[in-house]
């Protein structure tokens, strides 16, 4: 071909070579396959196998190709015969890649190139917001994991949860703006940064809009939980609290949340007290405490009020600690707020151990009196474990649990409970239990409660 001729030659436009496939269905499929190779190795190559043909599908191959397939059920077409069919019909010059991309209408890449696209499209995103939160600890907290990816380092959990958020969301900048934005408003307007409580539902709706944005079972509640966890850190807390969360695993969360300043649970959150002063933040006295003190009355004490104390203590430097409300009602009927009671109701709740936490700092000795079953001892145990100042159990000998016994049989596979108890100064009233296998109630012994001074210290 003469170069006059190159040089005046038209090459017909992608549109009508993509028009022409498309009349006929076997070249769907032979184009899809290509794509799907396209995909995988970045270029316009490999084999498609075409099976099952039709008369029909048999001669639109044999027309464009220019070779027979009379009587085949299957093909294989390589891209370079492909290739060669195009450039010996009137569509020579037309890339193959142009051709794919104008027969599907959208942008044919391999998975390195979407990679690196994905890649660009996130870190402008990231860049976008930490640029919108300058200066403060979102934006921080966004270019301290953008440096972590970028030098193949491990950032944080709720990082790595954004992008998992975000590739669910289809990748789109809609989405992934407003996932970065909502991380910065948690971040910059976590309570606990101004020293302050707020409920959960309150701080919800300020941040999105919605006071059930961050309930349980939500997206973006598990996005706050992970940034208040990474906030937080581990450097934030002592070797104690470590080993207490450890000990009551299910007021870990609780313990995280109210360390950033949100009360998730405050309604169902209290403790019981009597003969407890305390003073908040401020250095003053809690007037309400006073007034019960001075009354010997019992108090229902919610977690956000204990949250607001700096510190508290008991008249005597000593507290008895009950288990059973019954117990706790008869003694603080009797001493009248002379000696200090609380009543843990059972399992600790985060509102008790954060009154324990204050009560240590003051020096404060501890005696605890709990139910002779396999729960109870462990919750002493436990207690004990928790509490870093002095701590005697109290009326919880082999000879308090035989007086107190019931006939309740306690089963197997809560008798194997026992074996987590590792006291020396339970071990005769765990044996004891493993030998009688009947649970013992603080209830059945109450007047063995009404003399503290007689408390045993072990």
């Known amino acids: 071909m003469s170069e006059k001729w190159k040089n005046r030659r038209t090459d017909p436009p992608v549109s009508e070579c993509a028009a022409y496939l498309k009349s006929a269905p076997v070249f769907d499929r032979l184009l899809q396959g290509f794509r799907e190779k396209y995909a995988s190795y970045g270029s316009f190559t490999g084999t ?169 079972g939500r997206k973006d509640g598990q996005l706050l939980g992970l940034l208040i966890r990474e906030w937080a850190g581990p450097e934030g807390k002592s070797p104690k609290e470590a080993g207490g969360m450890s000990l009551f695993p299910a007021l870990k969360r609780q313990r995280e949340y109210l360390a950033a300043g949100i009360l998730r649970d405050d309604i169902s959150n209290y403790v019981m007290a009597c003969g407890i002063r305390a003073w908040k933040r401020d250095g003053s006295s809690h007037q309400g405490m006073d007034g019960f003190c001075r009354e010997g009355d019992m108090v229902q004490i919610p977690l956000a009020v204990i949250a607001g104390w700096s510190r508290a203590d008991c008249p005597r430097g000593r507290i008895f600690i009950v288990e059973n409300p019954s117990v706790y009602a008869m003694l603080c009927g009797k001493w009248k707020g002379k000696e200090a009671c609380m009543c843990m109701n059972g399992q600790p709740r985060l509102s008790a151990l954060l009154l324990l936490d204050l009560l240590a700092a003051a020096g404060t000795k501890v005696y605890y009196a709990g139910d002779f079953d396999p729960e109870g001892l462990l919750i002493a145990w436990k207690l004990k474990q928790y509490y870093p100042g002095a701590f005697h159990y109290w009326q919880m000998t082999a000879e308090a649990y035989r007086e107190s016994l019931s006939g309740e049989a306690i089963p197997a596979h809560r008798l194997k409970m026992l074996s987590r108890v590792q006291d020396p100064c339970l071990e005769e009233t765990v044996e004891a239990v493993k030998r009688e296998k009947k649970a013992g109630y603080q209830e059945n012994i109450w007047q063995r409660y009404l003399q503290p001074q007689d408390a045993s210290e072990s």
Not at 177 to 205: C, D, H, M, S, W
Request: proline residues 4%; hydrophobic residues 35%; charged residues 35%.
């Open 48 to 216: 498609v196998v075409l099976r099952g043909l039709t008369e029909a599908d048999r001669e639109a191959l044999e027309g464009f190709f220019g070779k027979s397939y009379h009587g085949q059920k299957s093909a294989s077409v390589c891209a370079g015969r492909f290739r060669k069919a195009l450039e010996e019909s009137r569509f020579r010059g037309i890339d193959p890649k142009e051709l794919l991309e104008a027969y599907f209408r959208e942008p044919v890449a391999g998975k390195k190139e979407l990679r690196e696209e994905r890649e660009r499209l996130w870190r402008q995103l990231a860049e976008e917001t930490a640029a919108e939160f300058d200066g403060t600890s979102a934006g921080g907290w966004i270019r301290t994991n953008m440096e972590e990816e970028a030098e193949g380092g491990q950032p944080g959990p709720a990082w790595l949860y954004l992008r998992k958020r975000y590739r669910e969301a289809g990748e789109t900048a809609r989405e992934g703006k407003r996932l970065f934005r909502l991380a910065g408003k948690i971040l910059n307007n976590l309570p606990g940064q101004q020293g302050r409580t707020e409920y959960l539902a309150v701080f919800a709706a300020v941040a999105t809009g919605n006071p059930h944005a961050f309930d349980d």
